[in-house]
């Protein structure tokens, strides 16, 4: 029978350590963690948050007749898991985040977005109010360290790092390699 208590954390501590330094920054920090798929990003972040408030959220592996609404459906279910509380209203970006924002206004956060290319799948909209969602709520609270997971690290270029929405607004960032 397998031992259902989870797996050592192990190898990553200069990147912990990584993490920490973003996290003294003096205001909200944003970052992005990149990494090919089960190297560990999401579990890194967690490991950081331990002794944090930790709130996460992660796409959904795109299908051929997934809708953007099902990512909205996903976030919302993720959303009332963590928090308990009434089902939220999934037609708008904008409601989702602006849910959020009343949970951020404790001490030490963490916030993940895992898979955000997932998230933003064929969602022309989702972008562009991630990026107000950071700027007029996040970026105020300086107890939040905010990190952009995705193992798509051409979609982080494209519209992370070379996309207007975030240009200039990116405080870090961590690649993931195998360990040896």
Wanted: with cysteine.
């Amino acid at each position: 029978m397998k031992n259902s208590s989870k797996m050592p954390f192990v190898g990553r501590k200069n990147e912990l350590k990584q993490l920490a330094l973003f996290d003294e920054s003096p205001g909200a920090t944003l970052i992005v963690i990149r990494g090919r798929r089960r190297i560990g990003k999401s579990r890194l972040v967690a490991e950081y948050a331990e002794n944090k408030t930790f709130i996460r959220f992660s796409g959904i592996t795109p299908e051929p007749t997934m809708t953007t609404k099902d990512q909205r459906e996903h976030f919302a279910d993720q959303f009332q898991e963590q928090f308990q509380g009434p089902r939220l209203a999934t037609d708008n970006w904008n409601h989702l985040f602006h849910a959020l924002t009343d949970k951020l206004e404790k001490e030490n956060i963490v916030l993940l977005f895992d898979e955000i290319s997932w998230m933003a799948h064929d969602d022309a909209t989702f972008l562009p109010k991630l990026k107000d969602f950071w700027d007029k709520q996040v970026d105020k609270n300086p107890n939040v360290l905010f990190a952009l997971c995705s193992s798509v690290s051409s979609w982080i270029d494209e519209n992370i790092h070379g996309g207007k929405a975030f240009y200039g607004r990116v405080y870090g960032e961590i690649t993931l390699r195998e360990l040896s």
